[in-house]
């Protein structure tokens, strides 16, 4: 059955992790460090030769005097149409088709492309997501689903330390629907703020390590991971629409 990866999403302990090939996490690496530098380049024109030296998970150590939130909006961390559909041609892809069936990638905000963006995480907790499941901000926001398909989630380590700086996910969270959160505006944008006492749940690290892929259900809960290492995070996400029926 080619979505049985979607049932032990639905059924098990929420997430699968798996791995693609070198070549693969080379390209996407080399397509988001293109955007990164177009808006360095952008922000920063006396600095751009320095930045065309600077490792992307080096990031953190030339940063200082950045209005990084304004800086990296959602917007210009979004791959282009272009970038999309060199990505929909890779091998994980089809490896992700082959495990789950046949799926489109999601446009929430309604751009004319389907969408597919980047993070850049700075150590510490500046920048670092809190606690919530995607199916949240989607019925927060209406956004628009399609009738017969289940959403799911795909985060790819760019750059990251096993253990030290990805994410956090909570295992079989997706099958309590009683959460305590509540729909509240921060910095000007509404979010699902998450009032468990976090000391009490069963939170551990993703162990992620570049080219690592976790796929996982939309009402996993997870967040981001304070930084325990000299390293900027980088990641790839992307929402699937998969066909329940196939």
Request: include cysteine.
């Amino acid at each position: 059955m080619s979505n049985s990866l979607l049932k032990s999403l639905e059924e098990g302990k929420g997430y699968h992790i798996t791995r693609m090939e070198k070549s693969d996490l080379c390209t996407l690496r080399a397509m988001v460090r293109d955007q990164w530098l177009s808006r360095m380049q952008e922000i920063q024109p006396d600095e751009f030769e320095r930045f065309k030296t600077i490792p992307m998970d080096h990031y953190h150590r030339f940063c200082d005097g950045f209005d990084h939130k304004s800086l990296w909006t959602k917007y210009s961390r979004m791959l282009s149409e272009r970038d999309v559909e060199t990505i929909k041609k890779l091998d994980f892809i089809k490896t992700l088709e082959c495990k789950l069936g046949k799926f489109v990638i999601s446009n929430e905000d309604r751009r004319g492309c389907e969408e597919i963006y980047w993070r850049i995480i700075r150590p510490g907790n500046m920048d670092v997501g809190a606690m919530h499941a995607d199916g949240w901000f989607w019925d927060m926001y209406d956004w628009p689903s399609i009738p017969g398909r289940e959403r799911i989630k795909v985060w790819i380590s760019l750059y990251t330390v096993k253990g030290k700086n990805g994410l956090r996910i909570i295992p079989n969270s997706q099958k309590k629907l009683d959460w305590k959160f509540r729909a509240e505006k921060r910095d000007g944008v509404l979010k699902p703020v998450f009032y468990e006492d976090e000391a009490k749940l069963d939170i551990i690290p993703a162990p992620l390590e570049p080219g690592d892929i976790i796929v996982f259900h939309d009402l996993l809960v997870h967040g981001g991971m304070v930084s325990t290492v000299d390293r900027t995070r980088v990641s790839l996400e992307m929402t699937l629409f998969i066909d329940k029926t196939e």
